[in-house]
């Protein structure tokens, strides 16, 4: 019968559970101890044909021994698992502090950021902002303004650029339609603004565009007057500029006012001293203007004698241009984001 060593077999074993690193190589040393042939096995089988007093102190020490490697194993799996838990915490460890990359964010196009700006101005003043509808009726883009068909006035205006549409009706050529729209349906005193998106056919370059926004305006009551409109329209270009602009005045024509005005603005970006952009002239041109003609409010069923008060209509754009420095009105209707990111 061949001396079995238990201590050194049970040496062996634990140096060998000592050293595994991973819960798969102590799973292979623990079938090599505790398999199907493993060591342990093989001692098992031997027991029956020992004799019975060894059998017994012998069984009994190899069952010892049995628990007490077992118990290492556990102690061993536990430390590994645990040593393996920590390392995939710590691989997939995630920082939620740490602030997510930024979306790209979108832009105000510059003509809804000065839009927004003049209506707080306006209305801050007690003006209402007004929309009236982009397709418009013969009626309230010319005849209720003064303008009858075949009249000169259409071309002096450019009106005679108008976008019919096949299915009747035009492309407003003016937000002055708006200021009829109002009056059919309210009555003096008012004060309204319309900033609207008005259509010419022109030919397209740096200053001319088919497709831009006016700034119209109406003020109406009994006593409004010329000077009412100088004042409103300083303090209004005072705060849309931010610095002090002075206006000039020149007689013009309009079918729907009389008198009516050229609107000039002292140079925002050489304040009159003359520069490339006025042509040295220290003033630049920012629309039409003029009193409500008395047609006009016969045509909305209102008393002429009753009442009396100032229209404008600014060219929007050029107000932006002026006030970002753009050189060229192309830009608003280009989708270009190098242009809009500017803003
Ligand atoms: N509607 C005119 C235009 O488009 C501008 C204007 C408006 C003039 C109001 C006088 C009064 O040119």
């Known amino acids: 019968m061949e001396k079995i060593d238990l201590k050194s077999l049970e040496n062996k074993v634990r140096k060998k559970i000592e050293k595994a690193e991973s819960l798969k190589e102590l799973d292979t040393i623990f079938k090599e101890v505790f398999g199907k042939d493993g060591e342990v096995k093989k001692i098992s089988k031997i027991i029956p044909k020992l004799p019975k007093k060894q059998r017994k102190i012998f069984g009994e020490k190899f069952g ?28 997939e460890w995630i920082d939620i502090t740490i602030p997510p990359p930024k979306a790209p964010i979108g832009h105000y196009h510059p003509i809804t950021l000065a839009r927004r700006k003049i209506e707080e101005i306006f209305q801050s003043m007690g003006f209402e902002v007004v929309e009236g509808p982009e397709i418009e009726d013969e009626w309230h883009n010319f005849d209720a303004l003064n303008i009858p068909p075949d009249h000169p006035a259409r071309d002096v205006l450019s009106l005679g650029k108008t976008f019919y549409l096949k299915s009747g009706g035009l492309m407003r050529s003016h937000t002055s339609s708006v200021q009829i729209r109002y009056m059919e349906k309210n009555s003096p005193p008012l004060r309204i603004i319309v900033p609207g998106r008005v259509f010419r056919l022109d030919a397209i370059d740096a200053s001319h565009e088919i497709d831009f926004w006016q700034l119209e305006g109406l003020m109406v009551g009994k006593d409004i007057s010329v000077a009412n409109f100088k004042a409103i329209i300083e303090e209004f270009l005072k705060r849309f500029f931010e610095k002090e602009v002075k206006i000039r005045l020149r007689p013009s024509f309009f079918p729907f006012t009389e008198p009516s005005f050229e609107v000039d603005i002292s140079c925002v970006l050489c304040n009159g001293k003359g520069c490339q952009v006025c042509k ?32 404008f209509g600014f060219g929007m754009n050029r107000l932006v241009m002026l006030k970002y420095k753009i050189p060229d009105i192309r830009l608003f209707n280009s989708g270009d984001l190098r242009f809009l990111h500017q803003f």
């Open 64 to 91: 010892k021994m049995k628990e007490s490697l077992m118990e290492e194993f556990e102690k061993k799996a536990k430390e590994l698992k645990e040593k393996a838990e920590k390392e995939v915490e710590e691989k």
């Open 280 to 311: 040295n002239s220290g003033w630049l041109e920012c629309g039409g203007a003029g009193m409500v003609h008395p047609n006009v409010y016969k045509n909305c069923k209102l008393n002429p004698k009753e009442w009396q008060g100032f229209a």
